[in-house]
């Protein structure tokens, strides 16, 4: 994680959030704001962490997921079901922004892990 907010902060010059840690999701987290988008940083919180598993896989790092903004996290659930994919949960759960949030299945998105943040 230090390294990661090194490379922004001093490589690249850009703001980094104070490191917040989210025992609830097993992360710890640090927020990189751009101007159109933010970046998460993870870092796990315990060996139960969900992070762990893929840090493992690849230990220098890498993306392990995109987020999506949807207006209405119902909707866009219901719509997805319509068109057959699938979700890593059966409802939306309160994310590291406080929103709802809700993951769909790699498997049915190329490949990549995406979640849907309700804003």
């Not at 989210?22 to 139960?48: A, C, I, R, Y």
């Not at 493992?56 to 999506?68: A, N, T, V």
């Amino acid at each position: 994680m230090q390294k990661s907010v090194k490379l922004f902060e001093d490589t690249l010059g850009i703001k980094t959030s104070q490191s917040i840690p989210l025992p609830e999701h097993g992360v710890t987290t640090v927020f990189v704001e751009l101007s159109n988008m933010k970046l998460e940083l993870l870092h796990p919180l315990g060996d139960k962490s969900p992070i762990e598993k893929f840090l493992q896989k690849s230990p220098i790092g890498g993306m392990h997921h995109i987020c999506l903004e949807v207006d209405n996290i119902e909707n866009a659930v219901k719509d997805l079901k319509e068109k057959n994919i699938g979700l890593l949960s059966d409802e939306p759960k309160i994310g590291a922004h406080g929103k709802p949030v809700i993951f769909l299945h790699p498997k049915d998105c190329s490949g990549v892990l995406i979640e849907l943040e309700q804003v």
